[in-house]
């Protein structure tokens, strides 16, 4: 399986990977799936952590880039472009940038978010 993580999935993963299930766990640490983490996340957690609202690892960046379990997606032009035709089924641009990123690439996403599944793309079930 080709797993995307969600921001909130790669967040935990580093910070407090408690919160993440058995299920999750087992998926992202399979050797027979791979695992993406998008430049969207990144920016999100950024963004965040600027404004005071999340705690991250200063080092967050390096440890993905160097995890060879983990894959960084870029964002490229037919994932941006691909948001013009999501239905628009609430504000977050993150969250629409992912879901474009899953349709183009045919990744399932990793996420507790009830929002992106009602896309239509794949979700992982944990």
């Known amino acids: 399986m080709k ?3 969600d921001t909130h999935i790669l967040l935990w993963g580093f910070v407090d990977a408690k919160r993440l299930t058995t299920t999750e766990t087992a998926a992202i640490e399979d050797p027979a799936n791979e695992v993406f983490v998008s430049v969207v996340g ?3 957690i950024a963004i965040k952590a600027g ?3 999340l705690e991250a690892p200063a080092n967050l960046l390096a440890q993905i880039e160097t995890n060879p379990d983990l ?5 490229r032009g037919d ?3 691909r948001v013009r035709i999501l239905p ?8 629409h940038l ?3 990123q899953a349709f183009c690439e045919g990744l399932t996403v990793m996420t507790r978010d009830p929002w992106i599944g009602r896309y239509g793309v794949p979700v992982f079930d944990a």
């Open 71 to 75: 894959t960084l997606l870029p964002v």
């Open 42 to 44: 990144l920016w999100e």
């Open 51 to 53: 404004k005071g609202l």
């Open 98 to 100: 992912i879901v474009a």
């Open 88 to 95: 628009r089924l609430h504000g977050d641009p993150f969250d």
């Open 3 to 5: 797993l995307l993580l």
């Open 79 to 81: 994932h941006a472009w």
